[in-house]
């Protein structure tokens, strides 16, 4: 018996999700565990900055090879990268640091993770389509 579209592509998704969401706790926590003393969100940073560069490359073998079928495109940028990236926490550490009038560290944040994260897709993408 056939799944619907619609459950398989909600099964792709949460599965991809979860694959993602724990390696983000994974990466995450490990970073911010030997980073604390900075009081700088680096592991939330690596993340983003990763998960930009992998839905680059991701994006671009899609687009310049059509090697990625719809399901796999769907798994691993709604899915994996999804549930990797944290720009949720980025807008929550940043709020924080705003809280504690830490000014130069949440704009020092919110530049860093806009603009490497924008350069890193285009370089992901770059590389992925030569």
Do not use: K
Not at 8 to 15: D, E, M, P, S, T
Not at 30 to 38: D, G, I, M
Not at 79 to 108: I, P
Request: hydrophobic letters at 50%.
């Amino acid at each position: 018996m056939a799944m619907h579209p619609t459950v398989a592509n909600l099964a792709l998704v949460g599965g991809g999700g979860a694959v993602g969401a724990m390696a983000r706790y994974g990466v995450g926590g490990l970073l911010h565990r030997h980073t604390t003393a900075t009081g700088f969100p680096l592991g939330t940073l690596a993340v983003n900055l990763c998960g930009c560069l992998l839905i680059g490359v991701v994006a671009g073998v899609a687009e310049s090879r059509q090697a990625v079928p719809h399901e796999a495109r769907l798994f691993l940028t709604v899915g994996v990268l999804g549930g990797f990236t944290t720009f949720s926490a980025f807008g929550y550490e940043t709020m924080l640091l705003l809280r504690a009038n830490d000014f130069l560290r949440a704009g020092l944040n919110a530049g860093v993770n806009v603009f490497a994260g924008l350069l890193l897709v285009w370089l992901g993408f770059t590389l992925a389509t030569r």
